[in-house]
């Protein structure tokens, strides 16, 4: 593939993007709590979270390590981060949660899987065949230190955020409750706002469009899912705290 072939796919992946921010305002995308069975046949949530987030880090790997340049200590750092995040959404995350007869639509699936394995290409290609000009002197880079401050700061405010969730409910309950806790005193997705600040984080630390990319289609896909379950929230609670926002503490 040539450099300008791939980089129009790049700028076509980051188009697709913007239009997928736009439309998540008008259609809610129906898993978790804003599940539909009019979105066609259902599968086990825990099994549907496994099976479309683990292309990621498959596809991302293949691609890394097949490249046409050597992975080296920088690179190597990338692609662990990259796993490492991956391996908590695709294998930790769903054995935790407790309910195990939630349903999503194969149809949320089956876009998830086509997402993740062009995002994991995009990414992986990049790495794989330019990772070469990241040197050793990239690690003491401001790009670098403060991305990665970002990166696990980010992953910080997800697992904890996540772990308040998972915990709301004692074995055998079912229902919604109120999270507290955490970032919840500021925003009602602290674990969407993790994710998305993790995100921008790499796309830092690597400074390079593809990872760019990714960031955008993250803050595309959950910051509209965000406000969509703030809604929820208030609806759902008459009590729901009203100083909340939805993602972006103080502002959104």
């Keep these: 593939m040539t450099d300008s072939i791939f980089y129009t796919l790049v700028y076509g992946w980051i188009a697709l993007a913007c239009i997928t921010f736009f439309s998540l ?11 539909s069975k009019e979105w066609g046949p259902m599968i086990n949530a825990r099994l549907g979270w496994f099976i479309m987030e683990i292309p990621s880090p498959l596809v991302f790997t293949y691609f890394f390590f097949s490249g046409s340049t050597a992975p080296n200590s ?8 990259w ?7 695709s294998v930790i995350y769903p054995l935790r949660q407790r309910d195990h007869s939630k349903k999503m639509p194969i149809m949320i699936m089956g876009s998830a899987i086509s997402f993740n394995i062009m995002n ?17 002197a990239w690690l003491s ?22 772990n308040i969730l998972l915990n709301l409910r ?35 630390m690597l400074s390079a469009l593809p990872a760019l990319s990714f960031a955008l289609w993250t803050f595309a896909n959950l910051s509209p899912r965000a406000i969509a379950h703030h809604e929820w929230y208030h609806q759902k609670f008459d009590t ?3 100083k909340r926002k939805a993602v972006l503490p103080f502002l959104w």
Excluded at 25 to 33: E, Q
Excluded at 74 to 81: K, Q
Excluded at 120 to 136: H, V
Excluded at 173 to 185: A, H, N, S
Aim: hydrophobic fraction near 45%.
């Design 25 to 35: 305002f008008f259609v809610t995308a129906p898993f978790g709590r804003h599940t």
């Design 74 to 81: 920088v690179t190597l750092i990338f692609w662990a981060l």
């Design 83 to 89: 796993v490492l995040h991956y391996f908590n959404r």
């Design 120 to 136: 994991g290409f995009i990414n992986g290609y990049f790495l794989g065949n330019y990772g070469d000009s990241y040197t050793t």
């Design 141 to 162: 880079s401001p790009y670098f230190v403060i991305g990665a401050s970002l990166f696990f700061i980010g992953m910080f405010i997800n697992v904890q955020s996540d």
């Design 170 to 204: 004692k074995p055998g309950e079912t229902g919604y409750k109120i999270p507290k806790g955490g970032l919840f005193g500021y925003v009602s997705c602290p674990n969407l706002l993790g994710e998305i600040i993790e995100w921008f984080g790499f796309a830092l």
């Design 240 to 242: 729901y705290p009203k």
